[in-house]
Every structure is written in C-alpha cells, then in structure tokens.
C-alpha cells in the first residue's frame, strides 16, 4: 500500500520528532504558574465548568507566563531542540517555538482580538518577538538582528473563510491556539477514555481559579493527569499542568505570572524592522521547504544508515497503524525500508561515520525482546519510542511495557 508524503515523513523522523512533535503541541498551551493560596468559591461540577470555558469569549488580554518542561530528553534530543535558549540563529518562528521545548522560559504576552497577537520570549538580555498585526506576521531575534516577515495575501484574494483558515494557522504559528480553543480541543479529545473532575481551588497570577482535572482511565501511559486552572470569573483558563504517571515535577508548567483583561493599546503590535537587521520573507522561504519543513531536525538526515532504517529517500515508504485509543494510542510506523538496529549500529559504528551518529544511538535505551524479536527503547518522561530490529516503530506517550506489549500482538 503506497503512502503519502506525509506519511513518509513521519516514518523518516519517526524517533526523535515524534518525542519533539509532542512534546512543542504540549508547551504551546501557554498560560500559567499558580501562586499560594485555596480561594473559597462556589461549587461547581466538572460539566458546568467545561461550559463556563465554552462560553468565554474573551478576546483582549495582556500579561507574562512562564513555561516549564522537563521531558527528560536525552542529551542529542535537547541539543536539536536548541539547548535552554531562545536567542540566535534564526527569526523563523518554528525554530523558536520548538525551543520552548526544553527548559523554563519567560514570556510576554498580548491579544487584541484574531487580527493582532504578540508573543515576547525573554532570555536574560535577549528576546524573541512573534507579531501578528492584521496582514502581517513579524519575527524578530533582538540577538542576531535578524527578521522573518510574511504577507497574509491569501485572505484578501480569497474573501472571509480563506481569512478564517489563514487566522488559525496565524495562531499556530503563535504557538498554539487561544488558551480558550486549546482547553476545548483538550476536553473535546479527551472522550470515553478520560476521567474529568473539578480539583482543588487555586490562585493564579493573583486570580481565583477553579481546576478541572483529567486523568486517564487505564493505565499504561505516561500521563498521570492534565490541570487546567479555569478563571472563575471568566472562564478563561489561566493554567496548564501535564503531571507524569510516574511522579516528580511537572512535565509542563505553563501559566500567566500577571494578567489583565483590559484591551492592549494599539501601539503594542506595531513593528519596524530596524536598520541594518537582516530580513527573510517565509513566503519565499516556505516554498522552498524551508519554514514548517522540520529544519530544525535537518541534522538527523546525516545519521548514517538512519535514512534508509526509517525510510527516507533511501527507503521504501511504509505506512502507519493507529493502535488502541485515548491516552494509550500508540503508533506502529512500518518504515518499508527492510533494514533495521543491525545496519544503524554498523553504520553508525564506522570510522568514518560522524560523531552525532553514535550519540543518536547512546541516546537509545537498553535492548527490549519479545515475541516480536528484539528492539531498543528512545525515552523520554512523556513520549516513548520503540526501534525494533526489522525496522518496525512504535511511539506513544505510553510506557516502555506498553509498546512492547502492543509490538508482540502487532508484529
């Protein structure tokens, strides 16, 4: 059966980007760290808070967030990811959302409605801005003096609805959508599989807050719970916890640090590129593969034999099977490439093979069997990956039994 490119793309950095893929769609949830304190408000039960978030349109905020991650990612991963910071290199905004993958970081941040957001990610002097003014997109690295621009045309040419979509994948690209949108798409996804029940109150960024709980309904995977700290006043959700099964801080902390529901002022999204800085249309960029083309991860495509193993250029193609559901899906990527750990660890063991081969393969866990034959573990806190010797993947924000145990009944 022939696969898209899609699919084959999947398959190709079926290890390291699934753990990252996951691992930047979690921390885009933006807003919230809790401060002390259990406010005395009104009982509600889980269905009425999931109504009062429904409900929420508010639309103009202004405020600062941290966000925390600790997904435990060996070091190669985090090294792709781009280390603790979030200046240099590039103003391209996948490069810098994808950092917000690793490590405690400061950020600022301002809506004014689906036409104007602003995103400010501080790191000691340095700062990265994400604008969003209308027809405009602005990236600004303050480090490398560098700015990446792209011209919304589409939505002029098109008329309301292709403004709607060029909106949203706007929001996107500001690293998710509106906390109101994300805590829906959360609930909605949740299902049969999940339990949902209002926690204990709390403040954040000095507001009272009630918690909606989720929690997985059977075991096997990595994720012991999702908190979400719903404004009680207007139901704006102000913070994300993702808890680990097996215990120990958060995987993700994201929340506001201050907040104000005022309307920002104008001039808060208004952006000039400075003199001298050097300046990159994403339009021309993107349609050269470059922006949303997973460049960050470009260093994988020298691992030798690691092409040709998850089916690459070099490959076959494969295709992708969804197994289970809910909190425990895992997915099982047959690469099609017909070689497996054998062939990378040769390659990888050459003398002439780079240095970052072998870390790739140091990275990997201690070898697993089953009746499905032999494989290694990549592990992470949230999202685990299993390489088995035929060239078979199984990746999942479930535990290292889990895969093995759905390799042997789909091997």
């Keep these: 059966m022939a696969t898209n490119a899609k699919t084959r793309k999947a398959a190709r950095y079926a290890v390291p980007v699934a753990v990252a893929g996951v691992a930047a769609a979690t921390v885009a949830m933006v807003p919230a760290f809790a401060n002390s304190g259990s406010p005395d408000l009104p009982k509600v039960t889980a269905q009425q808070l999931i109504e009062k978030v429904a409900a929420s349109d508010v639309q103009q905020l202004s405020g600062s967030a941290k966000i925390s991650t600790d997904l435990g990612l060996p070091t190669l991963a985090s090294g792709l990811l781009g280390g603790g910071g979030v200046a240099g290199g590039s103003a391209n905004p996948e490069d810098k959302i994808a950092q917000l993958a690793n490590g405690t970081h400061t950020v600022r941040v301002a ?110 995977s990595t994720v012991g719970s999702v908190k979400i700290a719903v404004d009680a006043q207007n139901g704006v959700p102000l913070r994300v916890q993702l808890l680990a099964a097996e215990g120990g801080k958060p995987i993700v902390d994201a929340g506001f640090t201050k907040v104000d529901f005022a309307k920002p002022s104008a001039d808060t999204f208004a952006f000039t590129a400075p003199k001298g800085a050097k300046v990159t249309e994403g339009g021309a960029e993107a349609g050269k593969g470059g922006a949303g083309h997973g460049k960050e991860f470009k260093g994988l495509e020298s691992f030798p034999g690691l092409d040709a193993l998850t089916g690459g250029a070099g490959g076959k193609g494969g295709e992708t099977k969804v197994i289970g559901e809910g909190w425990s899906t895992i997915a099982r990527i047959d690469t099609g490439a017909g070689k497996g750990l054998q062939d990378l660890e040769k390659s990888a063991n050459d003398k002439n093979a780079p240095k970052e081969a072998k870390q790739f393969l140091d990275s990997l866990g201690g070898k697993v069997t089953g009746t499905f034959g032999e494989g290694r573990v990549f592990k992470t806190r949230l999202v685990n990956a299993l390489i088995t010797d035929d060239g078979k993947v199984y990746v999942g924000a479930v535990t290292k039994d889990a895969l093995v145990k759905a390799a042997d009944a789909n091997k």
């Design 111 to 220: 809506a004014d409605g689906p036409d104007r957001q602003k995103l400010t990610f501080v790191d000691g002097k340095d700062e990265y801005s994400l604008i969003h003014n209308g027809a405009d997109v602005w990236g600004y690295d303050s480090k490398a003096n560098e700015v990446w621009h792209e011209k919304d045309t589409e939505g002029a040419a098109h008329g309301k609805d292709q403004q709607g979509k060029d909106h949203k994948k706007t929001a996107d690209r500001m690293g998710g959508a509106s906390p109101q949108q994300l805590a829906q798409d959360i609930l909605k996804a949740a299902g049969p599989t999940t339990d949902i029940s209002v926690g204990d109150t709390a403040q954040v960024a000095g507001r009272n807050a009630y918690q909606l709980v989720l929690k997985p309904k059977h075991g096997g």
